[in-house]
């Protein structure tokens, strides 16, 4: 059974910083791409990043793109959403989910939440002005 359990949400004011984690069990969260999405109040689950298998690819939305990164611990079988800079407008429920057709051979690296299969609960984000 995959399970992928979000942690590192919270409150922080603008300018701030927080970094969010997701555990994986159930995969080895190094042989799959893993990436990270959010919704905000009122609208679509959008696109924040993502990272391969390989670990060397990696993708941001453009409105991210600079201040935060994708990271992941192997031995932990953990990956990170390191978050700087913060804006309001980055509020919202973050997701990490997990894309169960990327390993070897593969080398897709999706950024479209069809591409993914398995995904964990959600941690709130709140940045205050």
């Known amino acids: 059974q995959v399970q992928l359990v979000e942690s590192g949400g919270g409150l922080v004011q603008a300018g701030g910083s927080l970094r969010l984690s997701c555990a994986v069990s159930?995969?080895?969260?190094?042989?799959?791409?893993m990436g990270w999405f959010r919704q905000a109040p009122g609208k679509e689950r959008e696109f924040v990043a993502a990272?391969?298998?390989?670990?060397?690819?990696?993708y941001y939305a453009d409105s991210v793109k600079g201040r935060f990164t994708i990271s992941r611990d192997n031995a932990k079988n953990t990956v990170y959403l390191q978050m700087n800079s913060l804006k309001p407008e980055d509020t919202a429920v973050y997701y990490c989910a997990l894309d169960k057709d990327s390993t070897w051979p593969s080398t897709r690296v999706g950024t479209r939440q069809y591409e993914y299969d398995y995904w964990g609960q959600g941690t709130q984000v709140t940045v205050s002005s």
């Open positions: 159930g995969r080895t969260a190094s042989s799959y791409a």
């Open positions: 990272m391969g298998w390989r670990g060397g690819t990696t």
